[in-house]
């Protein structure tokens, strides 16, 4: 992965080709969108029923009751582990909510430990057993998105928690009895690893489709703009993808929680963006005239700014495609 920084223009220019066949031939192999893991996340678990059905919570466990809707079809469920010690459930769980909002999926439902329920909604929703599938019940998350397709709705739930040696992650979607695909990438852990170290293939695939992403692995110190010394996938990506492309420009754009005023924070969220521009033209040789940087403060929040976890996910910087000529 060190190769990865310091590659030549040529190198890039074959790894960018390079990934953008295997973006190509991950999601003709499943028919459909995938949701892309990490390169440290391994399958552990795949069960494929042609034609089942699924109790599909959204809501909290209240009074001896969950709200539920049923759904018939196509179902599949898979467990991930995901290595790493010190992510939060939170962290797990932002990459993949943010490529269910770009795959036109709604998330109906979204809840954390106590607040779903606890003890009861945890085992009153359906769990893969251990090994494969570990839930702390003091300590997971559930999230519950559709979306609907010519042959009507399709649902997926994403059930993480983590110990404290690993990450881990079910899915469950159920669609079309009469649809052949999967909601996931059906490829082992090296499969998904080798095509990881090409870079992050759901970054270049939201810029392809939908304009915008995340770059939802950067971090600053608290209350700076100043951008950690980590090596950052989704910028070697995007860097990649713009030294690919020379004709595309891109918006940085800075976003801050709701703690200050709007001016402190607007100012704060410029500059975290400048200093994303600034890595990516000194480190990896994007053109400084493909990049602008921009910043939004509070007013484009994607969470409420009422709680620590929905705070965090407010400060991001999001890259959005300004400019392509064809």
Same mark, same amino acid.
Request: charged share 25%; with cysteine.
């Given at each position: 992965?060190?190769?990865?920084?310091?590659?030549?223009?040529?190198?890039?220019?074959?790894?960018?080709?390079?990934?953008?066949?295997?973006?190509?031939?991950?999601?003709?192999?499943?028919?459909?969108?995938?949701?892309?893991?990490?390169?440290?996340?391994?399958?552990?678990?795949?069960?494929?029923?042609?034609?089942?059905?699924?109790?599909?919570?959204?809501?909290?466990?209240?009074?001896?009751?969950?709200?539920?809707?049923?759904?018939?079809?196509?179902?599949?469920?898979?467990?991930?582990?995901?290595?790493?010690?010190?992510?939060?459930?939170?962290?797990?769980?932002?990459?993949?909510?943010?490529?269910?909002?770009?795959?036109?999926?709604?998330?109906?439902?979204?809840?954390?430990?106590?607040?779903?329920?606890?003890?009861?909604? %945890?085992?009153?929703?359906?769990? /893969?057993?251990?090994?494969?599938?570990?839930?702390?019940?003091? =300590?997971? #998350? &559930? +999230? *519950?998105?559709?979306?609907?397709?010519?042959?009507?709705?399709?649902?997926?739930?994403?059930?993480?928690?983590?110990?404290?040696?690993?990450?881990?992650?079910?899915?469950?979607?159920?669609?079309?009895?009469?649809?052949?695909?999967?909601?996931?990438?059906?490829?082992?852990?090296?499969?998904?690893?080798?095509?990881?170290?090409?870079?992050?293939?759901?970054?270049?695939?939201?810029?392809?489709?939908?304009? %915008?992403?995340?770059?939802?692995? /950067?971090?600053?110190?608290?209350?700076?703009?100043?951008?950690? =010394?980590? #090596? &950052? +996938? *989704?910028?070697?990506?995007?860097?990649?993808?713009?030294?690919?492309?020379?004709?595309?420009?891109?918006?940085?754009?800075?976003?801050?929680?709701?703690?200050?005023?709007?001016?402190?924070?607007?100012?704060?969220?410029?500059?975290?963006?400048?200093?994303?521009?600034?890595?990516?033209?000194?480190?990896?040789?994007?053109?400084?005239?493909?990049?602008?940087?921009?910043?939004?403060?509070?007013?484009?929040?994607?969470?409420?700014?009422?709680?620590?976890?929905?705070?965090?996910?407010?400060?991001?910087?999001?890259?959005?495609?300004?400019?392509?000529?064809?």
């Amino acid at each position: 992965m060190n190769g990865f920084i310091s590659a030549s223009t040529n190198m890039r220019s074959f790894r960018s080709g390079l990934l953008a066949g295997l973006a190509v031939s991950v999601a003709t192999a499943v028919g459909a969108e995938t949701l892309n893991f990490p390169s440290n996340a391994t399958l552990q678990f795949e069960e494929v029923n042609a034609l089942d059905s699924y109790a599909v919570p959204i809501g909290i466990w209240s009074d001896g009751v969950m709200p539920i809707e049923n759904a018939e079809g196509k179902l599949t469920k898979q467990a991930w582990r995901i290595d790493a010690q010190a992510l939060t459930t939170l962290q797990l769980l932002r990459p993949l909510r943010e490529q269910l909002r770009n795959d036109r999926y709604r998330i109906i439902f979204e809840c954390q430990t106590e607040a779903c329920g606890g003890f009861d909604f %945890r085992f009153e929703t359906v769990a /893969l057993p251990p090994p494969e599938m570990q839930i702390n019940i003091g =300590d997971f #998350r &559930f +999230l *519950s998105a559709r979306r609907f397709g010519d042959d009507g709705p399709e649902y997926i739930t994403l059930f993480l928690s983590r110990t404290a040696q690993a990450g881990y992650v079910q899915v469950i979607h159920v669609g079309s009895a009469s649809e052949d695909t999967l909601p996931v990438s059906a490829a082992s852990g090296p499969a998904l690893r080798a095509a990881e170290e090409q870079g992050d293939i759901s970054l270049r695939a939201q810029l392809d489709d939908v304009g %915008r992403s995340v770059l939802a692995d /950067l971090s600053f110190e608290t209350g700076s703009s100043r951008l950690s =010394d980590s #090596r &950052f +996938l *989704s910028l070697e990506v995007l860097a990649d993808y713009l030294n690919e492309f020379p004709d595309r420009n891109v918006a940085l754009v800075g976003h801050t929680d709701a703690s200050g005023s709007l001016d402190a924070n607007i100012a704060l969220s410029k500059r975290r963006a400048g200093a994303v521009l600034e890595r990516l033209v000194t480190e990896y040789g994007v053109r400084r005239a493909q990049l602008a940087a921009e910043g939004m403060g509070y007013l484009s929040p994607l969470a409420t700014n009422q709680t620590e976890d929905g705070r965090e996910e407010n400060r991001r910087v999001e890259v959005i495609i300004t400019s392509m000529v064809e």
